[in-house]
């Protein structure tokens, strides 16, 4: 059976240090997205969601810093990945640390349309020739070009995610099953994002999908931070 090769630091550190960035992005992520955003965007209501954002500015400023965190922590398990995935195929593991780090950037770049939404519902100076209505659905707008360009984010990570979960199955150190899920989880992404810019009227019928990249990188995370990877003694 083939096994990590030792180096100066124990496969073993890296497996259980991708496991806690790995939690880190799942907890983070979710919370902006499933507990902060849902609660305070309501979809088709740009008064209502600008009434929920002005009621609860803090509230709203932690999904930035939610993902803010994620997003360093994506950072940092592309390096992490890499390295533990490297005595598989160099090239491929660092191609795939490439597009997850292209993912970051443009996430990263994104929180600036999320962002704008609160700086022109708190009536800069700049803004003041706008009326109120027409502030609430230009917020609305940035909030929408926010979803979108989390998605085009989605489209490099889940051709990231491709490429881990084939490393993952010859690897032979990390079980076979956690590639063949993260390989689903590319597949969900790659479709969902690509519904939404090529077929919008069909992103609802995704969303029950996407209980499968949850699962499948949970259960990857789970297995760095609990079992690591197999080591030659």
């Not at 979803?147 to 995610?161: C, R």
Request: glycine share 8%; hydrophobic share 55%; proline share 4%.
């Amino acid at each position: 059976m083939t096994t990590a090769p030792v180096t100066n630091t124990p496969p073993l550190i890296y497996a259980r240090v991708g496991g806690l960035l790995y939690l880190i992005i799942i907890v983070f992520g979710i919370s902006s997205e499933v507990v902060i955003r849902s609660s305070l965007i309501v979809p088709g209501d740009a008064d209502v969601t600008a009434s929920n954002i002005l009621q609860s500015q803090t509230l709203f400023r932690m999904g930035f810093v939610a993902d803010s965190i994620m997003l360093l922590a994506d950072v940092a398990i592309a390096l992490v990945l890499y390295i533990l995935l490297k005595p598989v195929n160099r090239i491929l593991s660092l191609t795939a640390a490439a597009f997850r780090l292209m993912q970051a950037a443009i996430l990263g770049l994104n929180l600036l349309n999320y962002y704008a939404a609160l700086l022109l519902l708190t009536g800069a100076g700049y803004i003041a020739t706008f009326e109120g209505k027409e502030l609430n659905l230009l917020a609305m707008f940035f909030l929408n070009l926010h979803s979108h360009g989390y998605d085009l984010g989605l489209i490099f990570f889940g051709v990231s995610n491709l490429i881990l979960g084939y490393l993952v199955i010859k690897s032979k150190y990390i079980p076979a099953i956690l590639g063949f899920g993260l390989i689903g989880a590319a597949l969900v992404y790659l479709s969902g994002s690509y519904t939404r810019f090529l077929f919008p009227s069909y992103v609802s019928f995704m969303e029950p999908v996407y209980i499968i990249p949850l699962i499948a990188e949970l259960s990857f995370c789970l297995w760095l931070l609990v079992k690591g990877v197999r080591v030659q003694e």
